[in-house]
């Protein structure tokens, strides 16, 4: 009889390749304003009837339908600066525990790893 073990091994490798290859194909969501502009388009709008002005008018933002929906998309909020996350991990995590290390009296009679090997 022949060992199959090289056979089983390939295609649970080919089965992990395939898998890796269809679960990295997923596409992003789409934004809110390019939902909204396709919704517009699709409904029997065209793109030169929103915006036909090349400046940034304040009057012509008012009354333009493209400016608004530019204006109404949602734009993620920026996140905590990396500085600000670093200072909140150490005066939650790290300074109570070295307050409690400097709290616990140590006893020099005594080592702190436990008694000698012999």
Sequence with gaps: MRDRA???R??????ALLALA?????R?????A???????LLSGGSAAD?????????AHAASCSLCH????????????????VELHVVA????????????????PATPPTGPPAT
């Design 69 to 84: 929906l530019i204006a109404a998309s949602t734009l993620p909020d920026g996140g905590p600066s990396l500085v600000a």
């Design 10 to 15: 390939f295609g649970l490798m080919l089965l």
């Design 50 to 58: 929103l915006c036909a002005q090349d400046g940034t008018d304040p």
């Design 6 to 8: 090289p056979f089983r």
């Design 28 to 32: 992003a969501a789409p934004d809110p």
């Design 92 to 107: 939650t995590v790290l300074l109570p525990q070295l307050r409690r290390a400097a709290m616990r009296l140590r006893d």
């Design 34 to 40: 390019e939902l909204r502009l396709e919704a517009y």
């Design 22 to 26: 269809f679960a990295t194909g997923a």
